[in-house]
């Protein structure tokens, strides 16, 4: 049976990153997946991923994301590109809440805007507006194919094509079979996306698997040049230009749950199409009603959004990053050495608790 120092089962968004950071070490590493590179099965997968720093989620994000646009740029200048977020919601909304505490916490740099300065976005009457210069997208599958480029390149290894049948400690190592072969390391790292429950069934993770919908609208000019994020009484919307004259566009909330992501529908849902017809029609003045493509992918939520990684209950060899909760890729980098560092035993300079596992024990 092959021998590893590690292992990373799950190679997309945050496995990707891993394997990269892992093999950089001079690590002897294996990277295993079900799907081939950059696929479209998961939930990495669509053209883009908004980068924010100004974090609404939780400021103790913000280190964490701080040290991703260091990690992002050291990998490849070309892949971020900052063209800045327009935040808009009542005053008391959870993204200008929270925008504002993340920048307050953190020294960020986040302008309170006149929404009437910025025409392209009908936002509703008395609600707050911001801008973050510092947010952009990051181009997802091509992310993702740099770090396993540079992870091969620092002697990674990968199997494509081979589904993860179980994993379990023996003895001083981890035995992964696959429904193509065994192998084995010292560590494991498991990055499972939507899969992350079946794949540590024994841990009962709070997990719950969403599916969410994409679409690309046109735009009847070049005036969307930033990302936005828009929070309206009935849900959070957030889009960004995606080249050619087109809007990418989504809704955060909402989403419906899945039990089997293998076997997911992939088809359009009438009930999102609407909601985000409305929202176009009544919020993007500049877009035209005609979508031009649609696209699914999953959110793995935990029930308070935050992510959970963490080493393995009881174990020193495995670690865990899931439940990326729909606002995970653009950590990626920052996720990927960190999970390194645990899976190796390393000291990490981040507070890590508001993601730890602990959390839920109660
Ligand atoms: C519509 C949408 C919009 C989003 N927008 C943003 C955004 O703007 N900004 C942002 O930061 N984040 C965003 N996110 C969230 C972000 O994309 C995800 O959190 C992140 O990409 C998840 O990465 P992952 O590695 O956990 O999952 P994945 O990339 O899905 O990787 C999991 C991998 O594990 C493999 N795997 C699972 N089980 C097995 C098995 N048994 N055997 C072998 N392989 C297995 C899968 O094949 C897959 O490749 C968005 C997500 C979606 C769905």
Redesign the pocket.
Known sequence: MAHYDLIV????????AALFHAASRGLKCLG????PPA?D????H?E????RLSYFEHPDYVPLLRRSYELWDALDPALLTRSGIFYAGPTDSEIIRGVLASAREHGLGVDIVDPADFPHYAVPEGHTALFEADAG??P?ETC?LTHLARAADAGAEHRWG????AWQEVGDSVQVS?DAGDYSADALVI??????G??MAGLGLPLTVTR???HWFQCEDDRYQSGFFIELPHGQF?GFPAGDGRLKL?E?SSGEPICDPLNASRDQDPEDDARIEDFVARHLPGVSSTRLEH??????MTPDSDFIVDRYPGSERVTF??G?????????PALGELLVDLATGSDTPFDTRFISLERFAA
């Open positions: 089962l799950g190679t997309g968004g945050i496995g990707s295993l997946d079900r799907f696929h099965r998961g939930s990495s669509g883009s991923r908004l980068i997208w990051l997802v993702i081979e589904s993860v049948t696959t990055c499972g996306g939507a899969w992350s079946e794949l969410k919908h994409l957030y989504a955060h696209g699914s992918c999953f959110y793995t990053a899931a990326l909760s729909g606002h995970g890729f653009k950590l990626a």
